[in-house]
């Protein structure tokens, strides 16, 4: 470690802080329907859209209606996605003649775009056509990304309303941010990325000479418009099949740290719309605080473990880090931070190899999914997952005390704390289930390129991620497989849609509840002691889930790493 890495990593966390109110003030009058800079363009789009689609933007929806509209609306885009990926050989814009997917990797497709998770059993440029990255994948970028920053406000509105029966519109929702965050940013970031290098064609692949005198295919195509979205969406998905490690969709130092800028942005920025909602910016810095602690813990960590190697590369001589399955253009910090921040959120993105990251430096990112995803998370869900546990926390500090427990004026009763443990507890159903399965049936066995812990690590790390709607993979495991594709499908789907429905139904009860007065036996959770229970909640909470499966793959690791042994390829 050094000067240069730290001041790499605070000068990140310095923009994505200023970039917190200017965004929260933005989207906070996005949602309550008030003017904004961009209304005068985009107030007559809105509009034409509701009318096309039958909408009264005026009515809105108790949590039932706003979950049942969230789940059919992403059923009809499941089905459109499996059939533009099946059929995507006899469809346009395929001009390197893709065949279609087959169907158990389209099922695996259709389930992780739709859920935001973009785990990606297949390589982009060699598997898919121009229509199925643009209609798909990118279409569906945008509409996941969008659901969870809804359903964040929905959840939200919960906790500001009292005694009422609904906690807005879906439809209403869902083209706002699209119309007036999604698609103004993007517009502007594909630029910026073009101007780095980034392709943006409908061309075929190019054939060039290289230097040796041999022929070589360089793929090319939509790749700005998608990656903007797969960055500030938090999706994750590459066009390319080395992801954010390949050139052409990271070319650069800057773009890399803009890239994960966005990653950050707008779910940190939540946490400033709930303050504003809520009538207390102070609530939203708190939990951004707690977020903020558990980030830099990881950055640490993953860090001061990969720029110290391991005594195997040590003892061979290869001193100053661990830069195997890393870039050389962007080095030990920028690679360690990447990867720390794709997995704090449910981005997935990589520019790195995780698998061959150190054992230590792959366990973090393996801790921040399988705590859910709740450090500044995925858009929408991050702060939804954080909310989840704040209810807990509440009702810890309350059993301590022998008091009601109360947040923000709302009294968390059994129906709001059963809601709550629901949503934690069908992560670790998915991760660790998965998991065994995988570990005792032949076809699961299958997949791991190596033996010992660190193939343990690689089946645990893709339920974890499958489950925690991340995508990023420890690159040892082969998932193509009809077992892979199914299971791993599964997971995405109750990972993202057995949270939503618990947090809805939270958010309806919430709402309407009456608003108490605070009195003097009211907690406060805007300060320091707040902060530090749901920290140690979230500790606590993961631990008990989670810790005993970690024990079994990459903290063996490190301890056989420790007494010199090798073990696979690193993390």
Not at 449 to 472: D, M, Q, R, V, W
Request: hydrophobic share 50%; charged share 10%; glycine share 14%.
């Amino acid at each position: 470690m050094n000067a240069n890495g730290w001041i790499q990593i605070a000068l990140f966390c310095a923009v994505v802080l200023a970039l917190v109110k200017p965004l929260g003030w933005y989207m906070t009058r996005v949602f309550n329907g008030e003017r904004t800079p961009l209304s005068p363009v985009l107030c007559p789009v809105e509009r034409g859209l509701y009318r096309a689609a039958g909408i009264d933007e005026r009515h809105e929806q108790t949590w039932l209606g706003y979950g049942l509209a969230m789940l059919a609306f992403h059923g009809l885009g499941f089905v459109l996605l499996y059939a533009v990926l099946r059929l995507q050989d006899v469809l346009p814009l395929n001009p390197m003649g893709q065949a279609a997917v087959a169907p158990d990797l389209a099922f695996n497709t259709a389930a992780s775009f739709v859920t935001n998770t973009n785990w990606q059993n297949y390589g982009g440029e060699s598997t898919l056509s121009y229509l199925s990255q643009m209609l798909g994948l990118t279409h569906q970028n945008f509409l996941s990304a969008a659901t969870g920053i809804a359903l964040a406000v929905a959840l939200i509105r919960g906790f500001a309303r009292a005694s009422a029966r609904t906690v807005g519109s879906f439809w209403v929702d869902l083209t706002r941010c699209t119309l007036y965050v999604l698609l103004p940013i993007c517009f502007v970031y594909a630029l910026f990325l073009v101007s780095q290098g980034m392709p943006q064609t409908l061309g075929t692949y190019v054939d060039v000479t290289t230097l040796e005198g041999a022929q070589q295919t360089i793929a090319v195509g939509p790749v700005a418009s998608q990656v903007a979205i797969k960055m500030l969406g938090t999706n994750g998905g590459g066009f390319f099949n080395a992801n954010a490690a390949h050139p052409f969709e990271n070319p650069t130092a800057l773009s890399n740290l803009v890239q994960m800028i966005s990653i950050f942005a707008l779910g940190a920025a939540l946490t400033n719309v709930f303050g504003r909602m809520v009538g207390d910016e102070r609530q939203g810095w708190a939990i951004l605080a707690a977020m903020g602690l558990l980030f830099l813990a990881g950055v640490a960590v993953t860090y001061a473990s990969e720029a110290a190697g391991s005594s195997v590369l040590n003892g061979l001589g290869l001193t100053g880090g661990n830069m195997e399955g890393k870039e050389v253009r962007f080095g030990i910090v920028a690679s360690a931070l990447f990867a720390v921040v794709t997995t704090a959120a449910s981005c997935g993105a990589v520019n790195a190899m995780h698998d061959s990251f150190t054992a230590l430096g792959g366990l973090i990112p393996l801790i921040n999914m399988q705590l859910g995803e709740i450090i500044v998370g995925g858009v929408g869900a991050g702060l939804y997952g954080m909310l989840v546990f704040t209810v807990v926390a509440i009702f810890v500090a309350g059993l301590m005390v022998g008091r009601t427990p109360e947040y923000l004026g709302k009294k968390i009763e059994a129906r709001e704390v059963k809601m709550a443990m629901l949503a934690i507890l069908c992560l670790p159903l998915m991760m660790l289930g998965g998991t065994a399965l995988a570990t005792v049936l032949p076809a699961g066995l299958a997949g791991p390129a190596n033996a010992g812990p660190h193939g343990f690590s690689e089946i645990l790390y893709a339920f974890t991620s499958a489950a925690a709607n991340n995508g990023s993979a420890f690159g040892g495991l082969t998932g193509n497989t009809p077992f892979y594709n199914s299971l791993l499908a599964l997971g995405m789907l109750v990972g993202r849609f057995f949270v939503i429905v618990p947090a809805l139904a939270m958010a309806g009860s919430l709402a309407a509840k009456k608003t108490l007065p605070a009195s003097a036996g009211t907690f406060p959770t805007h300060g320091g002691l707040f902060v530090g229970l749901l920290v140690g909640v979230i500790l606590i909470v993961g631990g008990l889930t989670f810790f005993p499966s970690l024990a079994l793959g990459p903290v063996v690791e490190h301890l056989a790493g420790s007494a010199g042994q090798t073990f696979g390829t690193g993390g």
